[in-house]
Nanobody, 116 residues
Framework: QVQLVESGGGLVQPGGSLRLSCGASGFTFRLYTMSWYRQGPGKERELVARITSTGGITSYGDSMKGRFTISRDNAKNTVYLQMDSLKPEDTAVYYC?????????WGKGTLVTVSS
């Protein structure tokens, strides 16, 4: 009964910012590493960011470093993705992910469009 629900996507101009949220339920959120992935038009899904269960360690794809920040609030069962200095190539559907008992679970995604 794992459920992940993304929100916060929308249209933003190049150089702008967005904050995505992912609300989680159906598992003990505080014990699991959480990740954000994205899939742009005509592209394969790629890892955007990852955060460990306590939030102590984060990692990012090369093109996101210095621009994106992942964080989590275990009391709210929510993981966030702060996106700054957005570029048109960041346009994609962004997905929340957890690996739970050997299986990957995904939200249905939230669309981010970066365009002037």
């Amino acid at each position: 009964q794992v459920q992940l629900v993304e929100s916060g996507g929308g249209l933003v101009q190049p150089g702008g910012s967005l904050r995505l949220s992912c609300g989680a339920s159906g598992f003990t959120f505080r014990l699991y590493t959480m990740s954000w992935y994205r899939q742009g038009p005509g592209k394969e899904r790629e890892l955007v960011a990852r955060i460990t269960s306590t939030g102590g360690i984060t990692s990012y794809g090369d093109s996101m470093k210095g621009r994106f920040t992942i964080s989590r609030d275990n009391a709210k069962n929510t993981v966030y993705l702060q996106m700054d200095s957005l570029k048109p190539e960041d346009t994609a559907v962004y997905y929340c992910n957890v690996a739970w008992h050997g299986l990957n679970y995904w939200g249905k995604g939230t669309l981010v469009t970066v365009s002037s």
